[in-house]
């Protein structure tokens, strides 16, 4: 029987990988025969481990960054004015922190998301119109879960508090801490508005994609070791998740009309290199972009341009913007 003759790959365009803080461009290549490779089998099987080990893998920092990113270009500027005080100021997202307080029973992060986090981010939709948002979970140095929320939407910390708490005694959370103390009102949240921090995204990533690490004593020696966790560690809503997805395809025949707007002396880029493990040669497999948000606003052009305001639009139209909220408190 005759082989069939081998055809090379045929250019068909570049792939634009589109985020807020960097878009990557990617070759792509028709191939008459397609086989799947050694590393694409090993992802597909250690997606049959639904375990995270309590630790974010690099593309998952990197998706919370991203996620992040997505929720602070598509958020707008709010002001909130208080009744009570005469006072009003500028509000764009808030970083809000719930914690457990002592419990007679250990509460892993598959209950806490089920019992606890997932009716209190119910409740927000709902009463507080909340639409967009990023959480994380992760473990505090006294060995109990907390959670921090990136959401673009104002809550008042009262609200925020009662609505936990409320939650906390429900599933029996609070009962040690009201025997102790003889009330169910523990100060188990925190909750504040970003502002005047120069880079917001990395300033909200250093907490939201840290890894979890406790230490115990022993012997007079100390050790570190990651609790186990299970399941979703980390979140966020459906139009920040399909932000993901974020692309655009550029035909050969549109290359150059459709690049130039990213190959600009304002733009930093780099070659996006591949280390092949048998030659140990590194090969460019394509440009990594590198944006200023000026460059958003001034440079960045055409369909790359205009997919990037598509997304931020979809994210930003989803929610119930206001751009002025009053307090009787």
């Not at 104002?154 to 103390?181: C, E, M, P, Q, Y």
């Not at 459709?258 to 590194?282: A, D, H, W, Y």
Request: proline share 3%; net charge positive; charged share 25%.
């Amino acid at each position: 029987m005759r082989k069939k003759a081998y055809s090379p790959p045929v250019y068909i365009g570049q792939n634009i990988y589109i985020k807020p803080s960097y878009i990557v461009s990617i070759p792509e290549f028709h191939y008459e025969t397609k086989s799947t490779s050694f590393k694409f089998e090993k992802n597909k099987e250690n997606l049959k481990h639904n375990t995270t080990n309590g630790q974010l893998s690099a593309k998952a920092i990197s998706s919370i960054r991203n996620a992040i990113n997505w929720l602070l270009v598509s958020t707008k500027q709010k002001r909130v004015f208080s009744k009570k005080s005469n006072t009003s100021f500028n509000y764009k997202v808030a970083f809000i922190t719930l914690t457990l307080p002592d419990t007679y029973v250990r509460v892993d992060n598959a209950a806490f998301q089920k019992q606890l986090l997932n009716p209190f981010l119910v409740y927000l939709r709902k009463y507080h119109q909340l639409k967009n948002y990023v959480w994380k979970m992760e473990y505090q140095e006294n060995g109990k879960l907390h959670c921090h929320i990136t959401l673009d939407t104002f809550v008042h910390w009262r609200d925020v508090r009662k609505r936990w708490n409320s939650l906390l005694l429900r599933n029996g959370h609070i009962d040690k801490f009201k025997a102790t103390f003889g009330h169910s009102d523990p100060n188990s949240t925190d909750i504040h508005s970003i502002k005047k921090i120069r880079n917001l995204a990395a300033y909200l990533a250093k907490y939201m994609a840290k890894n979890s690490e406790l230490k115990i004593e022993h012997e007079g020696k100390e050790y570190f070791y990651t609790p186990m966790m299970y399941g979703r560690i980390w979140g966020c809503n459906y139009e920040i998740s399909r932000a993901k997805n974020c692309k655009v395809h550029i035909p050969a025949n549109e290359i150059k009309e459709g690049l130039s707007t990213l190959f600009q002396k304002c733009i930093e880029f780099k070659p996006l290199m591949r280390l092949n493990t048998v030659s140990n040669e590194q090969t460019q497999i394509g440009e990594i972009f590198y944006p200023k948000a000026i460059n958003w606003i001034k440079d960045i052009t055409g369909i790359v341009r205009q997919t990037f305001d598509n997304m931020r639009n979809e994210i930003s139209s989803a929610a119930r913007h206001f751009t002025h909220y009053e307090l009787a408190l």
